[in-house]
C-alpha cells in the first residue's frame, strides 16, 4: 500500500490489521505529519475494532501521536 501526499485524505478502507500497520507506517512518514482522526465504521462482526491485534495497533499508534482521536461508530 502507497500513500503518496494524502493532503486530501477523507477515508480510506482497510480489510486487516497488515493494511493497518502498513498504514500508520506509512502515515508517520508523512510530511507534514499531522495527527489523525481516526473512525471505525462498524458494520458487521468484522470490523476492525472486533479485533484485538487491531486495538493494540490503534493504542500503539495513539501514543506515538499519530491518532489524536478514536472513535467506533454503528452503521446505520
Known sequence: ???NDCQYLESIKIWC??????????????????SLSL???NDDDRSLDAN???LK???KYMKLGVIKRFKVMDFD
Open 57 to 59: 495497533i490503534i493504542e
Open 1 to 3: 500500500m502507497v500513500f
Open 39 to 41: 473512525i471505525i465504521v
Open 52 to 54: 484485538e491485534d487491531n
Open 17 to 34: 490489521g497488515e493494511e493497518l500497520e502498513s498504514f500508520f507506517i506509512s502515515w508517520t512518514d508523512h510530511v507534514p505529519q499531522k
